[in-house]
């Protein structure tokens, strides 16, 4: 059971972690589905419910980071030195090539965790609102505006003013 979840959810689950900005999403990844799997004997509701808890202990995970990078003092800057990476990862090019990470941090965090969630994560509404402690109609609305929002900066860069 815990292979098919994880064959299933890991690459969705990295893909979220990424977008959330972790560091190291890999290392993330990893630490969701431990936590899951020490969770696996208490589990009901079927695949819909392991997904929304899968996602559920990914969101803590992601705000964990982001509230230990706070408190953490700024590290060294980048040095291509000590990078050992040669090449890029597929999926770094296609991901960076595309604008998408710069035009998500241009949305306010709602914005950008509700897309997130139903873009990258492929959530439903009702697993979405599950994990942001909302509302179904709240989260429709978060989307709709989002989705707005975003359009609108793809306009503006388009036309140069961004």
Not at 10 to 38: H, I, K, N, W
């Amino acid at each position: 059971m815990f292979s098919a979840v994880y064959g299933k959810l890991s690459r969705s689950v990295f893909g979220y972690l990424r977008a959330r900005g972790v560091e190291d999403p890999e290392a993330v990844t990893q630490d969701v589905f431990l936590a899951l799997y020490t969770r696996m004997g208490a589990l009901h509701g079927g695949i819909e419910g392991v997904r929304t808890l899968v996602f559920s202990i990914a969101h803590a995970r992601a705000v964990d980071h982001h509230r230990r990078r706070e408190r953490v003092p700024a590290s060294t800057p980048y040095d291509p030195g000590f990078d050992k990476r040669t090449v890029a990862s597929p999926e770094d090019v296609a991901f960076a090539g595309t604008g998408v990470p710069e035009l998500l941090e241009t949305l306010p965090d709602d914005y950008r965790e509700v897309l997130i969630l139903r873009v990258v994560a492929d959530l439903s509404i009702e697993q979405t609102a599950a994990i942001m402690g909302r509302s179904a109609g709240a989260v429709k609305q978060l989307q709709r505006r989002a989705l707005a929002g975003l359009k609108e900066q793809v306009q503006m860069k388009e036309r140069g003013t961004l």
